[in-house]
């Protein structure tokens, strides 16, 4: 397993371009299952998650030539319907092949996904409408198996805003039969960019961005040519990482709208943060002041950027209270900076960070995708150095994030412990 070793202290100064977004990619490429014909993809990161991806495909009979930033699938040949449990443990996200096949070929047998480091995170809400549109539903020694001849439109109320939920049942309702209203739907920009990838291919998708979206089902779908947009997530990391070393940085190619909520608490605690003709800049003074963040779905503020907020308010003044709304566990985090000298204290879903004048490097292991990202922040800014091992976890989402932060002016290396 790889290893990063950081020597902390080094103000971020430079341009940094953000790459295509994880989570639209996933989901467009499971899409592809929706049509005859080559699909080609660009903006595509290198990243774990697609390689997943591509290999799940590839098992069902899919031909995935994966040339980042360049992606091209045919699923023409697609015989076996099929998630298996050993690609489905890897990566959540395979749940997204469910409503395509069902919709394509009429059955799906997908591994349930399990619960994960952050939380259990069911796919409840995926089952309830697809049953609703008319598909039978069995579970079967930890899979779901999903048949109907033609899926017919429905109207689907969400109990909760679920990002792949929205994203499975768009893609079911894209080949039914009729009207499907999704309510109480996602609003995340990766929702509103399936729902262009699926009108480019001959949908009709409406209200994509709101919470209640109309699909007029149609009988066959065309392949397409798309750039992914950027990753927002991976933009808000970079501006975080860049305004907790105290440096300077002009982040490249992000959509601003798209990281709002991220940018109003940044200039919150006195970074300064504005657009450019070519991107975000931001500049930081050492000193931060603490700003209290509760996760909500987009347009709220993104749970997927709360550790990274809070490794920025462990060396704020003040105290600042940091609330998970989404996800039961996604404090994992937590413990690992507490070693490297931060003062916060877990109270139900909330953390009260208290701002020390440094953190310390420190040994630390990485649990999760961004709680990773969170750890490196940590040991760009502690003191002496710090070594996150399991790194598997940021690969998933961050491509070459070693090299894209030394060309900031990191002190950070990758070490393969050939033993492990
Ligand atoms: C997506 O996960 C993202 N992944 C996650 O990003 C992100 O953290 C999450 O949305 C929230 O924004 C992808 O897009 C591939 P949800 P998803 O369904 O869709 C509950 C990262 O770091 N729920 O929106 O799995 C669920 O337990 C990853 O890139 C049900 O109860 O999340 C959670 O508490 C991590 N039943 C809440 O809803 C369901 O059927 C939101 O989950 C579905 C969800």
Redo the contacts with the bound molecule.
């Keep these: 397993m790889d290893s990063l070793l950081i020597e902390g202290g080094i103000p971020l100064r430079g341009t940094v371009k953000v790459s295509g977004a ?2 639209a990619v ?1 989901p467009i490429l499971c899409s592809s299952l929706l049509t005859e014909g080559t699909c080609t993809f660009s903006n595509v990161p290198a990243l774990r998650d697609i390689d997943t991806t591509a290999a799940l495909l590839r098992f069902m009979g899919a031909t995935v030539e994966l040339n980042a930033p360049i992606v091209t699938v045919n699923t023409g040949s697609v015989r076996v319907p099929e998630a298996p449990y050993d690609l489905v443990k890897q990566m ?2 395979s749940v997204l092949v469910l409503g395509p096949l069902v919709a394509r070929f009429g059955r799906a047998r997908v591994s349930l996904p399990g619960g994960c480091a ?9 089952l309830k409408g697809l049953e609703a549109m008319g598909a039978t539903i069995t579970l079967d020694h930890g899979y779901v198996e999903a048949t109907c001849d033609r899926l017919r439109g429905a109207t689907i109320y969400f109990d ?6 929205t994203e499975n049942l768009m893609m079911a309702a894209a080949l039914a039969k009729g009207r499907t209203q999704l309510i109480g739907a ?1 609003r ?1 920009p ?1 929702v509103e960019e399936l729902a262009r990838v699926l009108n480019k291919m001959g949908a009709r998708v409406d209200g994509a961005g709101t919470d209640i979206i109309h699909i007029d089902g149609v009988d066959t779908l065309h392949p397409i040519e798309h750039a992914i947009i950027p990753d927002r ?1 991976e933009a808000g990391t970079f501006l975080i990482a860049a305004a907790a070393t105290g440096g300077d940085v002009l982040v490249e190619n992000v959509v601003p709208e798209h990281i709002e909520a991220v940018c109003q608490k940044l200039r919150a605690a006195g970074v300064y943060v504005e657009r450019e003709e070519r991107g975000m800049r931001v500049r930081s003074a050492k000193s931060l002041r603490a700003v209290d963040i509760t996760t909500a ?1 987009h347009p709220g503020f ?3 950027m709360q550790a990274q907020h809070m490794v920025l308010m462990a060396i704020a003044q003040g105290t600042s209270v940091i609330t998970e709304n ?3 566990n996604r404090f994992m985090h937590v413990s690992e900076l507490q070693r490297m000298g931060a003062e916060i204290e877990i109270r139900g879903r909330s953390a009260i960070v208290t701002g020390v004048s440094k953190l310390e490097g420190a040994r630390v292991m990485a649990t999760d ?2 709680a990773s990202a969170c750890l490196v922040i940590a040991g760009l800014i502690a003191e002496g150095q710090t070594e996150i091992s399991r790194v598997y976890h940021l690969d998933r ?1 961050y491509e070459k994030i070693e090299q894209r932060l030394s060309a900031l002016g990191a002190k950070i290396q990758r070490v393969t412990d050939r033993n492990a």
């Design positions: 994880k989570n996933l959540r996200a952050i939380g259990a995170r069911p796919i409840d809400q995926h909760m805003a679920t990002v792949t939920g996602a995340e990766e997530i779905p993104p749970t997927d989404i996800f039961e995708l961004r989402g």
